[in-house]
């Protein structure tokens, strides 16, 4: 993760210092290896989702890039894909523009 607000720093050194705990580094493995196990990969099921959809995506992010969340967005029938110049927290990023689009989805 590339911090670029003050925000992101406090989520990147929280991240950071859970990964350097004993606990924390166990639930980091059981995490990453959860997401390689049949019953945790829904892409088979995500042409069937009819319930309104918004992938919010930073177009900068160095986990998950932004063509798995293009892909996301078109197999979900509906979906609409938003993304924001930032890594992996575009949340906390642009919090403005990430409420902006998301307050109105949820409304």
């Known amino acids: 993760m590339r911090a ?31 997401f390689a196990t049949p019953e945790h990969d829904l892409r088979s099921r995500a042409a069937a989702i009819r319930a309104p959809t918004l992938v919010v995506w930073g177009a900068r992010d160095p986990v998950i890039p932004l063509k798995v969340g293009r892909r996301i967005a078109d197999t979900i029938l509906g979906a609409r894909l938003v993304t924001f110049d930032a890594g992996h927290v575009p949340y906390s990023t642009h919090p403005e523009g990430f409420l902006a689009a998301v307050l109105p989805f949820l409304v």
């Open 4 to 34: 670029s607000t003050d925000e992101d720093r406090r989520i990147q050194a929280g991240a950071a210092a859970m990964a350097t705990s004993i606990q924390g580094s166990r639930v980091t493995a059981r995490l990453w290896r959860s």
